[in-house]
Structures are given as structure tokens and as C-alpha cells.
């Protein structure tokens, strides 16, 4: 039996993942308003993952016959003066959510639930991931985007590229 303050923070877990998703799409919307069709994919792809890792959280409740009990998604109150503010905000979000999920690891570690830290185990190193990710784009924009020569639309070409992989967890 899953302890329920471990089982209630994973709940809560499902809804800030779709939240991400949400304020993903929110950025690339404002992308797409803005003519940079590669940002506004790369966050696209950005909002699947962010899908596919709420259903994770969600499918390990349901296979541990733990109730999943979902929550009204808030809207995303991002202030996007510049397009280098969705980045530094994209950031500031993924360091929240390994937070979050470092909250979750510490909790299952307090009462041995060794399953639930083995299923998080996957989630810390994404987590290490998107941190990484998020710094390399705002590096590189603030390498490039000044460019005369071209440096932003090559960059928005290259993030138009990206396309979605569905996770695996081992």
C-alpha cells in the first residue's frame, strides 16, 4: 500500500505537468505571433513531453491502485515582453518542477516506498535534462540572436527541426 503523502504529492504531480504543457503551448503561441515558427515547434514538442509525463504519473497511481483525482489546470500568467523571456521563464519552470519532484523522491525515501523511488529515478535525470536544454537555448540565442549574418533565423531553422519522441522508461 502506497502511503498516502507520497500518493497525494504524486497526484499533485499530474497537475503541474499539465500545467507545463500549458504554458509551453502559451510560448508557442507567442512564438508563432512573433514569425519564429522554429521556437514556436520546439515548445510544441516541449507542451507532448510535458503531456506524456502527467500520463506517466498518472498510469504509475492507477497501477498501484491509488485514486487519481484531477485538478482544474491554471491558466499561465507569463509576461512575454521579449523573446527572451519565455526562455529564462521555461527555465525558472523546469528548476520548479525538479523541485517538485525532488519533494516527491525525498518523501517516498522517508517511508522506503523503493518502488516509487525507482519509477522517479527516470524523472530526475529528465529533469537534469530540461535544465540543461533550457540553458543551451538561452546561451545560444544570446550568442546568436544579435547576429547580423543570420544567426536567429539559423537558430529558429534548427529548432524547427526538433521532433517529438515519446518517452521510454526503463
Avoid: C
Avoid at 49 to 54: I, K, V
Amino acid at each position: 500500500m502506497m502511503n498516502a503523502h507520497v500518493a497525494n504529492l504524486l497526484n499533485e504531480q499530474i497537475n503541474k505537468e499539465f500545467y507545463s504543457a500549458y504554458l509551453y503551448l502559451d510560448f508557442a503561441n507567442y512564438f508563432e505571433r512573433t514569425g519564429l515558427a522554429g521556437f514556436a515547434n520546439y515548445f510544441k514538442v516541449q507542451a507532448q513531453e510535458e503531456r506524456d509525463h502527467a500520463m506517466m504519473f498518472y498510469q504509475y497511481l492507477q497501477d498501484n491502485d491509488q485514486l487519481v483525482t484531477l485538478e482544474g489546470i491554471a491558466r499561465p500568467e507569463s509576461r512575454l515582453d521579449d523573446m527572451m523571456a519565455p526562455l529564462r521563464q521555461a527555465l525558472e519552470h523546469e528548476e520548479f518542477v525538479t523541485a517538485s519532484i525532488n519533494t516527491i523522491y525525498a518523501a517516498a525515501s522517508e517511508v522506503n516506498d523503493y518502488r516509487t523511488l525507482r519509477f522517479l529515478d527516470w524523472f530526475i535525470d529528465e529533469q537534469a535534462e530540461e535544465e540543461k536544454s533550457a540553458r543551451d537555448l538561452i546561451a545560444k540565442v544570446e550568442q546568436f540572436a544579435s547576429d547580423a549574418r543570420g544567426g536567429l533565423y539559423l537558430l529558429d531553422q534548427e529548432l524547427a527541426a526538433r521532433v517529438y519522441t515519446a518517452p521510454v522508461q526503463a
